[in-house]
């Protein structure tokens, strides 16, 4: 819609901008002295001049073309699901933020389509994350100022790319594992990690009980917690190979149908993900009791967001699944 003239600072006034212009000033900051929009007044010059601008972008009509921060306006629009707002443009960009806490999801491959239309920049947070309310989860641009009509209207045509998934609390069943802890040898340390992650989340502990190395009973105990209502079950160490640790076999024994034992993702590797009646019951190694991070910090926001997770899933997070220490 709009058609770009080059001309001289001094012979802009009365002329619209076509951009945001910026303005630095070492040791108080960064941020537009002039937006895009404004007219220019011959008080304006001298300004104008000093932050280095001898010559001015103006902008006129013309058809078949968006200017910059309609397309970027128009990309958040159309890309934004369920759980985000948008900014005002800010230098030729719209920010998609978080609506709430929950869990980003990015539609990847068709993200990566709309990048490559031509001239539409979008980045955003990684997907299957954790995001807090107000977290800023994307930005929309393209790259000059104004833009084909037809790049935008592809880009509208894929649809929603983006999304705030809400999470649920649910009631968790937590079973501690090891006969040093069930027969009093040590105290339990691993149990009171896992009740504060899932404080965070607003999920309350309706079942919890100690186990033994037995796969029996541990087992017995995975189904004494649903029936006492737990919708998630947490089955905490004994998840190596050694042949003490009984968790795995405790899991499969109860009945439940395993996704996946063993994930690319440090710490944490050792993680079983299985569903039991289709409630989900996990083997959390010991990772989760002395890292502050773990693959499990991972799993259980996908988990209150409703997602059943399937080997795939698991498989994918491979790739970012090595975390900083």
């Not at 009631?171 to 594992?177: D, K, R, S």
């Amino acid at each position: 819609m709009f058609t770009l003239r080059v001309v001289p600072t001094e012979e802009a006034v009365g002329l619209m901008l076509a951009h945001d212009l910026t303005r630095i000033v070492p040791g108080e900051g960064k941020g537009p002295a002039f937006r895009r929009g404004h007219v220019v007044t011959a008080a304006d010059i001298s300004l104008l001049l000093a932050m280095g601008k001898e010559h001015l972008y103006v902008w006129e009509p013309l058809p078949g073309m968006v200017h910059e921060e309609e397309a970027a306006r128009r990309l958040a629009a159309a890309g934004a699901g369920q759980g985000l707002t948008w900014d005002s443009p800010a230098e030729g960009k719209v920010s998609l933020r978080a609506a709430h806490r929950g869990l980003l999801r990015v539609d990847v491959a068709r993200l990566e389509a709309i990048n490559a239309i031509g001239e539409i920049t979008i980045a955003t947070r990684r997907d299957a994350t954790l995001v807090e309310a107000g977290t800023v989860v994307a930005g929309c641009k393209v790259t000059p100022l104004v833009v084909a009509e037809e790049q935008i209207a592809r880009a509208e045509a894929m649809g929603p790319w983006i999304q705030v998934k809400p999470l649920a609390p649910l009631p968790a069943g937590l079973i501690v594992t090891g006969s040093e802890v069930f027969k009093g040898r040590i105290p339990d340390k691993f149990g009171p990690v896992v009740e504060e992650k899932l404080e965070r989340f607003g999920c309350p502990v309706v079942y919890k009980a100690y186990s033994d190395d037995q796969a029996d009973r541990t087992a017995a105990k995975i189904r004494e917690a649903l029936a006492a209502g737990a919708r998630m079950v947490l089955c905490t160490g004994g998840m190596s190979v050694d042949p003490d640790d009984a968790t795995p076999g405790a899991i499969r024994r109860a009945g439940a149908q395993v996704v996946t034992y063993g994930v690319p993702f440090l710490p944490g590797s050792m993680f079983m993900m299985a569903y039991l009646e289709g409630v989900p019951v996990m083997g959390l190694p010991g990772a989760v009791m002395y890292e502050k991070e773990t693959v499990f910090d991972h799993v259980l926001p996908r988990v209150l967001a409703g997602e059943i997770l399937t080997k795939q899933d698991f498989v994918r997070m491979g790739h970012g699944g090595l975390l900083p220490r």
